[in-house]
C-alpha cells in the first residue's frame, strides 16, 4: 500500500460529483445528478456523505481582491523559534489581510500570503508581524495559476 492513506475511498462518481462543485458550488442537486448520472436524490445523499465525512469541509464565494482594493499580493516567509512558534499562526491570523497560513519546513516556519491595498499597507502588516519574527518578503508580479480544483489523481496512486 502506498504512503498516502485515504479515510474514505472515492469512486468516479465521487470524483465527478467533487469536479462539478468545485467548477460550482451552487449546481443545482438536479443538474448535478444530470451531469454525474443519479437520480437527484442519490446525488444530494452522495454530497452529503461527503460533507459528513469531512471530504467536502465547506462552500464559499472567491472574491477578487484587486476589485475589492486589495490589488497587491505577497507571500511572506516567517522565521522564528521557541514560543513565538506557537502563538504566530493565532497572531497572523488577527490580521484581516492574511489570506492564508502555512507552517512549512525548511529554513523558514511559515509562509503567510497576504493581499494589501499597495506598499505602505504592506509594510503595516509587516510591523505588525515583526516584533516577534524575521520575515523575507515576495511580491507577487503575475500570477499564472491562483487557484486549482483537485481532481482526480489519473497517475497510478493507490488508493486503497
Not at 46 to 51: A, S
Not at 98 to 103: A, I, P, Q, T
Not at 127 to 137: F, G, K, N, Q
Not at 146 to 150: D, E, G, K, L, P
Given at each position: 500500500m502506498s504512503n498516502r492513506v485515504k479515510s474514505h475511498l472515492l469512486d468516479a462518481i465521487d470524483w465527478k460529483i467533487l469536479a462539478a462543485?468545485?467548477?460550482?458550488?451552487?449546481i443545482p442537486f438536479a443538474e448535478l445528478a444530470r451531469r454525474v448520472g443519479l437520480s437527484t436524490p442519490a446525488a444530494a445523499e452522495?454530497?452529503?456523505?461527503?460533507?459528513?465525512?469531512?471530504?467536502i469541509s465547506g462552500y464559499r464565494a472567491e472574491v477578487d481582491a484587486r476589485k475589492v482594493?486589495?490589488?497587491l499580493l505577497a507571500f511572506v516567509?516567517?522565521?522564528?523559534?521557541?514560543?513565538?512558534?506557537?502563538k504566530f499562526p493565532?497572531?497572523?491570523?488577527?490580521r484581516p489581510e492574511?489570506?492564508?497560513?502555512?507552517?512549512v519546513t525548511g529554513t523558514e516556519s511559515f509562509i503567510v500570503k497576504v493581499a494589501v491595498s499597495d506598499h505602505k499597507h504592506l509594510q503595516t502588516v509587516l510591523?505588525?508581524?515583526?516584533?516577534?519574527?524575521?520575515?523575507?518578503?515576495s511580491i507577487v508580479l503575475t500570477s499564472f495559476l491562483?487557484?486549482?480544483?483537485?481532481e482526480y489523481p489519473d497517475d497510478g496512486w493507490d488508493r486503497g
Open positions: 462543485l468545485q467548477e460550482n458550488a451552487r452522495r454530497v452529503h456523505k461527503l460533507e459528513s465525512d469531512g471530504i482594493g486589495l490589488p516567509r516567517v522565521t522564528l523559534v521557541g514560543e513565538d512558534l506557537a493565532e497572531k497572523a491570523a488577527r492574511v489570506l492564508e497560513v502555512h507552517r510591523d505588525a508581524l515583526m516584533p516577534y519574527v524575521s520575515t523575507t518578503t491562483s487557484s486549482r480544483s483537485i
